[in-house]
């Protein structure tokens, strides 16, 4: 996916605060951050959305979780909590089809989200 953004983010291609990376995984500040901490967590292989994960991507979507987790432990929100949130398709307003997890922290969070 030689015109995908986050592809290209992944690959180094596009400039980004990267905050975690590893063979798989790479984890970098949002460009328009919703909260203090605002890190999005994505596969560097192209998977569209939620709905294109295969039984193959278990494991890598596994991994997504635990990156956040430790992400979440290096920006020093995991004792006060923190919001994972992985918006799929039109009604939830995905905007940038390659999966990614968003971490928000550093803030109270309102639930019902909006
Ligand atoms: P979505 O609405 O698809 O769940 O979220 C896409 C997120 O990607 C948004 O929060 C948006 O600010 C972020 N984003 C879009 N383009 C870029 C970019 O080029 N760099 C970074 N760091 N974040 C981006
Ligand atoms: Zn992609």
């Not at 590893?22 to 560097?44: G, T």
């Not at 307003?93 to 922290?105: D, I, R, S």
């Amino acid at each position: 996916m030689e015109d995908c953004i986050f592809c290209r983010i992944g690959k180094r291609e596009i400039e980004s605060m990267v905050v975690y990376e590893d063979r798989e995984v790479i984890a970098f500040r949002d460009i328009n951050p919703q909260a203090p901490v605002h890190i999005l967590v994505i596969p560097k292989k192209h998977v569209a959305g939620v709905n294109d994960l295969g039984t193959e991507d278990q494991t890598l979507a596994g991994r997504l979780i635990l990156v956040a987790q430790k992400v979440a432990r290096q920006e020093g929100i995991a004792r006060n909590g923190y919001r994972l949130v992985i918006n799929s398709g039109e009604d939830a307003g995905q905007a940038v089809h390659h999966l990614h997890l968003h971490l928000l922290g550093g803030r109270k969070m309102k639930w019902p989200p909006g």
